[in-house]
C-alpha cells in the first residue's frame, strides 16, 4: 500500500512540473495560457491563467481519474476518514444531488427534512425521488427550524419500510446538529443508507471541539462544501462516500451531469485546502471558534440581540451546535434579520452571509481581523441605538407543515398554467419559492399553497428579502397544477 | 554615509528626509514600528514607514488638535482621546488645570513604550494622574460609553491599517453616544490634495456629518505630511467654533503655545474653494 503523506498536494505539483515542461499548447483552452486574451489575464493574473488548461495524462482527467487526482482524491478521503472522496466541481449543488440519485431511482422513498437546500429537492426533479417529509424541530422564540427528533426519523422508517435512504443538514444554516449517531444507527438498522448535506460542515472534520462529522459517525455519504468553510474557490466541493457505497457507481452517476472540462483552478483549490486543513485545521478552527465567541459575547453585551450558541441544547432536535457560527436573533430590537442585513450593507458597508426574518448570520473565518469584529459589533450597536423599535407586528415564523400532493418531478413536468401570486391559493404549486439565502423552500414543486404561506411570502417580501424560484423573475405569477390534473 | 528615509506621498510623489542614525525598528502584534534621527527633523517616528510625528513638525499638529475645542469650550472636564500614541495631545491637554479627567485609549502599547523611550517630547505627559492609559481598540472602547465626555479627540492614523476602525459611521456614531449634550468631537480629517487622501477626507465628513449638528473643518500646514496641507474635523452638538469662541478667556490662561492663538483659531476655518467644494459634494 502507498503511504500517504497529507504533506502533498499532487494536483498543485502535477500542475507546477507540467509549467515548468513548457509544453507548445495546441489544445484547449483557446486562451492559451493567457495570451490570447490580454483583459482577461491582466484582471486575473498571469499565474491564474498558466494552470487553467485541459486534462491531459500528466494532469490526469476528472471523468475517470487514475494518477494525480486519483492521489489528490485518496489524500483528501484519508483526511475527512473516508472511503473515497469525489473531487466535484459544480458547487455542493452537485454533491449533493449525486448522493440523492446514487441512493434512490424514480419512484423511490427517501426521507428528509423539510428545511432541506433547493439542490434536494431539485434533485427529486431530476430523479423521481419521492420525499417524505419529517417535520424539523421549530425554536418558537428565535422562529428557526432545528434538527429532526430521533422519534420523528424513526415514526418515518417505521411508516416508510421501502424507503431508501434518510438525508440529513449537519448542521443546518444556522449551526444545529440533530443526532448524526442515534440518526444513523436507526437508519442502519433499518436497511436505509444515511445521506449528509454537510455544505456548512467542513471544519467538523478538523476539530475535536465541534460536533461530530458524517464520517465519524459512520454515515453512508457526505457532501461538504470546501468552498465555505474550508477556504478552496467558490463551486468547489467534496462528496464522501462510505461502507459499502460503490465507487464506481457513484462515479458513474457523477458522471451523468458533470462537465468534461473540469476546472484545474477549482482541483487545485481543492487539493491545497484539503492540504492546509489536514496539517493546520486544529488550530485554524480553534482560532475561529475563539472568533465566534468574543463576537458572540460583545453582542450579547449590546442588550436587544441575542446571539445564540450551544446553551440551546436539547438533547434532541438541537443535538449539538456548532460554535463557530454566529447567528444572531434581532426582532427582540423591532427589526427583522433581513432589515438588519440591509442596513449594514447600505450604511455601514458590512456584508453579511443573510438575514431572514428573524435572524442574521455573520460568517466567521480565519480570514477575519479583530478589527473587522469590532466594526460589526459596533455597528450592530448604532443599529440598536438609532432604528429598535417596537416589536409588536413583527412575523414570528411557525415551521408550516407542508402539504404534498404531488412527488417533486410529476408537479414539475406536469400541465400547468400561470396565476397571479395571490389568487393561487388552494392550488397546487409547479414551481419552488424560496428567499436566497438561505435558498431552503418556502413552497416546493408539488405542494399545494395555502393562505398562510401566501402571507408569509408578501411578509418576506415587504421586509426586503431576496425571493426566487418561480419562472416569474419578479414572483408575481407562479405556475401551478392544471385543475385537471388535480 | 548617505541614508535617506523615503515616504511615497501619493503613488507618484515621494518626500525624502535624511537619516543620521536609525535608533529603534520593532514589530508589534499590529504594525511595524520606526525611529529615527534625522538631519532637519529631529526624532520622527513612523508606523509601517508612515511618518507619524517628528520632532520639528509636531507642535503644529498637536497645538491645533487640542486648543481649538479647548478655547471654543471652556468647560470641558472630561476627555476621550483615541489614538494618539505618541502622547502629543495630552501633553497639549495636561496644560489645562481644569481637566480633571483624561481616558487615552491606544490599541498599540509598543507605540507608548517606544515614544517613552525614544521622543519623551511628545511621551512626557503621559504619567500625569489625569491620564488613564487603556490599550485597546478604540471603537470597542466607544461602545460602552454613553452620555460621558465633553470631547472627543479622535488622533488617527490613516484609514488603512489599524487604524481603519476610526474613520467608519460605526465609530462616529457611537462617539456621538459617549459625548454629553454639549460634546465636541475633533478629528484628525485627511488631506483634501491627493486624490486618495481626499477620499478619505470626504467619506469621514459624509459620516460625520450624519450625525452632528454643527459639522466644521479646519485646516493647518504640516511639513512633513503628504501636500503639506491638512485638516481637522470640527464636530459638536452644541458649539459653534467661531461665534462660541472665547478668545478673552482662553487667552487669560496665558498658555504657552508655539503655533495656536485665537486668531488662527478663528482663520483656520476659512478653506479654500476646492476644499469647499470637495465638503459640499459630500453633505
Ligand atoms: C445546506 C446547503 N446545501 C447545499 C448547498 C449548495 O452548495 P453550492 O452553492 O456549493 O452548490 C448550500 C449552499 O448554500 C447549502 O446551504
Redesign the pocket.
Known amino acids: 500500500m502507498k503511504i500517504l503523506s497529507q504533506q502533498k498536494a499532487p494536483i498543485m505539483e502535477a500542475l507546477n512540473k507540467y509549467k515548468k515542461m513548457r509544453v507548445v499548447p495546441f489544445d484547449v483552452p483557446g486562451h492559451k495560457r493567457g495570451r490570447g486574451n490580454e483583459e482577461l489575464t491582466a484582471f486575473l493574473g498571469e499565474n491564474c491563467m498558466t494552470v487553467d488548461v485541459n486534462s491531459m495524462k500528466p494532469l490526469d482527467n476528472l471523468i475517470h481519474p487514475v494518477s494525480v487526482i486519483r492521489e489528490a482524491e485518496d489524500l483528501a478521503a484519508e483526511a475527512f476518514g473516508a472511503k473515497h472522496a469525489f473531487f466535484m466541481v459544480n458547487?455542493?449543488?452537485?454533491a449533493?444531488q449525486a448522493m440523492v440519485m446514487t441512493a434512490c431511482k424514480a419512484g423511490e422513498k427517501i426521507i428528509m427534512p423539510r428545511n432541506v437546500?433547493r439542490?434536494a429537492i431539485n434533485a427529486l426533479i431530476l430523479s423521481g425521488a419521492v420525499p417524505v417529509y419529517v417535520n424539523p424541530g421549530v425554536n418558537k422564540e428565535l422562529g428557526i427550524p432545528l434538527g429532526m427528533a430521533v422519534a420523528d426519523v424513526e415514526k418515518a422508517i417505521l411508516e416508510n419500510p421501502d424507503a431508501k435512504a434518510i438525508l440529513i443538514?449537519n448542521p443546518t444554516?444556522y449551526g444545529i446538529c440533530s443526532n448524526m449517531q442515534a440518526i444513523t444507527d436507526l437508519a442502519h438498522r433499518h436497511g436505509m443508507l444515511v445521506l449528509v448535506?454537510e455544505?456548512?460542515g467542513t471544519h467538523f472534520y478538523f476539530s475535536d471541539e465541534l460536533p461530530a462529522s458524517a464520517m465519524s459517525v459512520g454515515a453512508d455519504m457526505a457532501?461538504v462544501?470546501m468552498?465555505k468553510s474550508g477556504g478552496s474557490l467558490t463551486?468547489s466541493?467534496l462528496l464522501l462516500i462510505n461502507n459499502e457505497v460503490s465507487e464506481g457507481y457513484t462515479r458513474q452517476i457523477i458522471n451523468l451531469t458533470q462537465t468534461t472540462s473540469g476546472s484545474y483552478l477549482l482541483l487545485s483549490s481543492l487539493d491545497i485546502s484539503r492540504k492546509n486543513l489536514a496539517l493546520n485545521g486544529q488550530e485554524i478552527f480553534r482560532k475561529v471558534g475563539q472568533m465566534a465567541q468574543y463576537t458572540r459575547d460583545e453582542i450579547n453585551k449590546i442588550g436587544g440581540y441575542y446571539a445564540f450558541s450551544e446553551e440551546l441544547r436539547n438533547g434532541d432536535t438541537i443535538y449539538d451546535f456548532d460554535t463557530t457560527k454566529l447567528s444572531v436573533h434581532t426582532l427582540e430590537i423591532g427589526l427583522a434579520g433581513v432589515e438588519v442585513y440591509d442596513i449594514l450593507r447600505d450604511e455601514y458597508d458590512i456584508q453579511i452571509e443573510f438575514g431572514d426574518i428573524g435572524n442574521i448570520l455573520a460568517y466567521i473565518s480565519v480570514g477575519d481581523r479583530r478589527l473587522d469584529l469590532e466594526r460589526l459589533v459596533s455597528a450592530l450597536a448604532e443599529i440598536k441605538r438609532r432604528y429598535s423599535q417596537d416589536k409588536s407586528g413583527l412575523f414570528d415564523h411557525e415551521y408550516i407543515n407542508p402539504q404534498v400532493v404531488y412527488t417533486p418531478q410529476k408537479a414539475f413536468y406536469a400541465l400547468k398554467e400561470t396565476l397571479p401570486i395571490n389568487d393561487s391559493a388552494g392550488r397546487i404549486a409547479s414551481e419552488f419559492v424560496m428567499a436566497y439565502?438561505?435558498?431552503i423552500p418556502i413552497l416546493a414543486p408539488g405542494e399545494r399553497i395555502t393562505p398562510e404561506i401566501l402571507q408569509y411570502i408578501q411578509y418576506c417580501k415587504d421586509k426586503g428579502s431576496f425571493m426566487t424560484g418561480t419562472e416569474d423573475s419578479k414572483i408575481e405569477h407562479i405556475n401551478v397544477l392544471k385543475e385537471a390534473e388535480k | 554615509m548617505n541614508f535617506w528615509f523615503v515616504e511615497n506621498h501619493s503613488p507618484n510623489v515621494k518626500f525624502s528626509m535624511r537619516v543620521i542614525e536609525h535608533l529603534y525598528t520593532g514589530k508589534s502584534e499590529f504594525q511595524k514600528i520606526d525611529v529615527l534621527q534625522t538631519a532637519e527633523f529631529g526624532r520622527v517616528l513612523t508606523l509601517d514607514g508612515y511618518v507619524m510625528v517628528t520632532e520639528k513638525d509636531e507642535f503644529i499638529y498637536h497645538d491645533m488638535i487640542t486648543h481649538v475645542p479647548m478655547a471654543t469650550n471652556p468647560d470641558i472636564k472630561k476627555i476621550l482621546v483615541i489614538g494618539a500614541g505618541d502622547g502629543g495631545t495630552v501633553r497639549e491637554l495636561t496644560k489645562y488645570d481644569r481637566i480633571e479627567h483624561i481616558d487615552m485609549v491606544e490599541i498599540d502599547e509598543m507605540v507608548v513604550d517606544v515614544c517613552k523611550e525614544f521622543i519623551p517630547q511628545t511621551a512626557s505627559k503621559l504619567d500625569d494622574p489625569r491620564v488613564h492609559l487603556h490599550f485597546e481598540d478604540g471603537l470597542k472602547f466607544v461602545r460602552s460609553h454613553e452620555n460621558e465626555y465633553d470631547l472627543i479627540i479622535v488622533d488617527s492614523t490613516d484609514p488603512f491599517g489599524p487604524g481603519e476602525g476610526l474613520f467608519t459611521r460605526e465609530f462616529y456614531g457611537n462617539c456621538y453616544k459617549a459625548l454629553k449634550e454639549d460634546g465636541i468631537l475633533v478629528n484628525q480629517h485627511e488631506s483634501p490634495f491627493y486624490e486618495e487622501d481626499a477620499l478619505g477626507m470626504q467619506r469621514a465628513h459624509k459620516r460625520i456629518t450624519g450625525f452632528f449638528p454643527v459639522c466644521k473643518v479646519y485646516q493647518v500646514h504640516i511639513p512633513t505630511y503628504p501636500s503639506g496641507h491638512w485638516l481637522f474635523g470640527f464636530a459638536s452638538k452644541k458649539f459653534d467654533p467661531i461665534n462660541d469662541l472665547n478668545a478673552d478667556a482662553w487667552n487669560q490662561l496665558g498658555l504657552q503655545t508655539k503655533y495656536y492663538n485665537t486668531d488662527i483659531h478663528v482663520g483656520s476655518f476659512a478653506l479654500p474653494n476646492y476644499v469647499k467644494e470637495q465638503l459640499e459634494d459630500v453633505e
Open positions: 458547487g455542493t449543488t452537485s449533493v437546500h439542490s443538514n444554516y448535506d455544505a456548512h457532501s462544501s468552498h463551486q466541493s439565502p438561505p435558498g
